[in-house]
């Protein structure tokens, strides 16, 4: 029900954007996000966006990331920028609406040399 596409390998200090659609059988979303998860690590929270448009985000990616959403495409974006080693993991979408939360199967981000 949540696809998210945009990932790949990119050099340190180099820039991606990420993609996650929603199906039209999900309605009433109240907030979409994305969170990440390396080897090894938790899965943590990167950036959210409410329905009322307010962001927030993780303060390690804050100033270089951007969260966006476009409702009329149900969809939201995660442009990542001067991107570096340790942001290498794998990107989760998920939205929240009254019956919960879904997931995306994520997409990998790789940033390396």
């Not at 990119?10 to 996650?20: A, H, K």
């Not at 109240?30 to 090894?40: E, L, N, V």
């Not at 307010?54 to 270089?64: F, L, Q």
Request: hydrophobic share 35%.
């Amino acid at each position: 029900q949540l696809q998210a596409s945009g990932g790949g390998l990119v050099q340190p200090g180099g820039s991606l954007r990420l993609s996650c659609l929603a199906s039209d059988s999900i309605r009433g979303i109240k907030i979409r996000a994305w969170y990440r998860q390396s080897p090894g690590n938790q899965r943590e929270f990167v950036a959210s966006i409410t329905a009322g448009g307010m962001v927030t985000y993780a303060d390690s990616v804050k100033g270089r990331f951007t969260i966006s959403r476009d409702i009329r495409m149900n969809t939201h974006y995660l442009q990542m920028s001067n991107l570096r080693p340790e942001d290498t993991a794998v990107y989760y979408c998920n939205i929240g609406n009254h019956l919960g939360e879904v997931w995306g199967l994520g997409t990998l981000v790789t940033v390396s040399s």
